[in-house]
């Protein structure tokens, strides 16, 4: 699956994009969108407590129904707190938590099952783009120099494809940007 760096870089500009017209006090939220994005991964936890990493990797937490819930449930806690916009609170969350399914089934996976679970649980199937434009993550032999240049490598050209769109979102962002 693809690095940290893909998912936070998607998830900055989808706040570039969307938080233009915000004002200033605002963008603390970037850290809120870059976890979200992040989000999904954090299913290592319990991975790395049981002494084996993988072990709960890449399971529900990677599919568009992890998202929804996901999604809901900030809507919930918006509208409950009264926030203004909870729909769009909820509706993005899902978007950047289902923003992790999508970098990662553009991702080489070569380690059965190959892809993710996007549609869990109406499928167990998982899924991956005929063509990849992220390399995986080695995480095994991390005391090897090739593992941790093949991981540098994947990190780097997560950047060079996500770097035109964030300039893009920048700009946009700042052109168009409302007075404050």
């Known amino acids: 699956m693809a690095t940290p760096v893909a998912h936070s870089l998607t998830a900055t500009v989808v706040f570039l994009l969307i938080e233009r017209r915000m004002p200033s006090w605002r963008e603390g939220l970037l850290w809120l969108y870059v976890a979200a994005a992040n989000l999904s991964d954090f299913d290592f936890l319990p991975g790395l407590l049981s002494g084996d990493m993988e072990r709960f990797h890449r399971d529900a937490s990677h599919s568009f129904v992890f998202a929804a819930i996901c999604g809901v449930l900030v809507y919930s806690i918006a509208r409950w707190r009264r926030a203004d916009k909870p729909l769009r609170t909820g509706g993005l969350a899902a978007g950047l938590v289902g923003s992790h ?12 099952p190959m892809g993710v679970p996007a549609l869990w649980p109406i499928t167990e199937a998982h899924y991956t783009a005929p063509w990849h434009l992220f390399l995986n993550v080695e995480r095994h032999g991390l005391d ?5 240049l093949h991981n540098l490598l994947g990190a780097t050209l997560e950047f060079g494809v996500l770097l035109p769109l964030l300039l893009l979102a920048w700009f946009w962002g700042h052109r168009y940007r409302t007075p404050r």
């Open 101 to 112: 399914v999508v970098i990662d089934w553009l991702t080489r996976d070569p380690s059965p």
């Open 144 to 148: 090897s120099l090739d593992v941790w």
